[in-house]
């Protein structure tokens, strides 16, 4: 009997487009600068590098979780008019290794911050045009 697969697939990719997240209809992080991840039966992960990320919006939170295959994930809340989505990025302050590259990034979760590939002029954005 084959032994079951300890590790699930991933992989991470430079992503050859830029990407935003927006949050309460304003743009919290842009950029031409993400590593994309791709893990085995999960939806594709953006990571931004931090100078890309608004984060005077954002406190690190007391939340801390760990993942055998990237290390531990700190976690931050967004506080912007008043609205706040607790613990909706995480962030692998130190790696393990083979995801080094994913070092002091964040991501965010996408049922509180709405993340998305530009495609083209950023005004062909779909994302965008809904906002005009």
Partial sequence: MTPPEIHPHITLKANPRRVRAIYQNHVIADSDDVITVYE???EPVHYFQREDVSMEFMGKTDRSTRCPY???ASYYSIVMEGVIAENALWSYEDPIAGMEALRGRVAFYP???EVYELVGDERDS???DSRA
């Fill in 126 to 128: 779909p994302a965008l």
């Fill in 70 to 72: 990237k290390g531990d």
């Fill in 40 to 42: 085995e039966g999960l």
């Fill in 111 to 113: 049922d509180k911050v």
